[in-house]
């Protein structure tokens, strides 16, 4: 069997990798039009980080892996053509801000129509709108030339950081096809390769559309108990509760359980706005305003609480940051990647910036032209193929990044915590207070840091969430 895979990002990439490791007898190919992204991932640098991946790739590419911008070959060789391409949000037109663009995952449906010479099925790998199946069925059999396409929506669960491990051993494996005997025939052939390693009973098979629409159920949710989180550490800080005592308390209860309840300066990363934007518009085109009203206010409460860490900042700070030294310890958007799409820091970054900060930005895995090309870019652009992002990004001049977080905090008055890097955990914040002018503050935005530690040592803390400081409470943030 020979599978292909368009689009070796963060998703195509591990993915077909982990393929490629449990099932020796398939022959994969992973396919893009970005020829730098390709070259990166038949080098030594991969070009993405993401712990374990290089050790997969290592073990397979060459021998039943393959990277290529051959891709109309491969497409043709293939029995199963996994679609794993840019999803965005739509920047212009009918539902700017809010629909899916669905203009990359159009241009590869029409390829494979235009190079099939054999029967093939045709994976959603990517997140989609529900219904989009139908569309991407239509053009590929308006088109086909009497050849059969078999459409299957396999969504993809793994979070960025731990892709590795969520492959090798995932909660559940996705597949939703047509209810007919050839629809049934395609689903049971790709729930063939995941039995390689995936026990039978973790590989849900449903219909096209709930396969569809589970996978923005499901990261409405996980969005959704973030933002609750969130909302409960502004009541927190206003009465002088502790969210990592309340986080703790109702996550003892099995009904909502422990995980993902950390308080934070907000969600970032390509998936949730993305698709929580994509539900809304769903549910407002199904005549569902109330419901698409509700999804809203998750975004909202993000939103919100990235506003509410910049405004503490600057309210602490005598309500100004201008000119001042402002570190920044961390740009990811989690910490295990070096991936900054729709990283909060983004919008901190931003907000400092319009109150004329400088930033000095310390993150182990980001680049300065991935910053620079952050901070310059327009809400959105961000998630379309490489090669149509910016190249030479205007240069913010207040910002600068550095390969060390105690360069970064040199001279600087304040220091903001925006990804949970475990490093920071490890840091000499004497020698740091040393080094720092004074007061000298620090804004946890994702409660790393131990604050009565720092506070012995004479920082002012503020930590997300936590009861506030007198210092804190005599310059109180405007929401
Ligand atoms: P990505 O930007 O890292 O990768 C997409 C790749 O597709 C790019 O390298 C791009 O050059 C390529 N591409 C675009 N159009 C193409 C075409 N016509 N032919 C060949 N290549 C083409 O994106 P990603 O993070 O891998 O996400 C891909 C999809 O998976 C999105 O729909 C996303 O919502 C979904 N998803 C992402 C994650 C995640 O954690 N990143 C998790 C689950 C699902
Ligand atoms: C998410 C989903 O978890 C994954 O299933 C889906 O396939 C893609 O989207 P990802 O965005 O890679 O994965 O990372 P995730 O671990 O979900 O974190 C998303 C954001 O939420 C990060 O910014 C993270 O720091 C934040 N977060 C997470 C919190 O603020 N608090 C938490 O308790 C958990």
Known sequence: MKICCIGAGYV?????????????????????????RIAAWNSDQLPIYEPGLDDVVKQCRGKNLFFSTEVEKHVREADIVFVSVNTPTKTRGLGAGKAADLTYWESAARMIADVSKSDKIVVEKSTVPVKTAEAIEKILTHNSKGIKFQILSNPEFLAEGTAIQDLFNPDRVLIGGRETPEGNKAVQALKGVYAHWVPEERILT???????????????????????VNAMSALCEATGADVTQVSYAIG?????????LNASVGFGGSCFQKDILNLVYICECNGLPEVAEYWKQVIKINDYQKNRFVNRVVSSMFNTVSNKKIAILGFAFK???????????????????????????????????QVQRDLSMKKFDWDHPLHLQPMSPTTVKQVSCVWDAYEATKDAHGICILTEWDEFKELDFKKIYDNMQKPAFVFDGRNIVNADQLRE??????????????????????A
């Open 12 to 36: 195509g990439g591990p993915t077909m990798a982990v393929i490629a490791l449990k099932c020796p007898d398939i022959e994969v190919a992973v396919v893009d039009i970005s020829v730098p």
């Open 252 to 260: 003892k209860d099995t009904r909502i359980g422990p995980k993902f």
């Open 335 to 369: 910490k295990d990647t070096g991936d900054t799409r729709e990283t909060p820091a983004i919008d901190v970054c931003k907000g400092l910036l319009g109150d004329k900060a400088r930033l000095s930005i310390y993150d182990p895995q980001v680049t300065e032209d």
């Open 206 to 228: 449903t219909n096209l559309w709930s396969a569809e629409l589970s996978k923005l159920a499901a990261n409405a949710f996980l969005a959704q108990r973030i933002s609750s």
């Open 457 to 478: 040592i004479g920082f002012i803390v503020y930590s997300i969430g936590k009861p506030l400081d007198a210092w804190l409470k005599d310059m109180p943030a405007v």
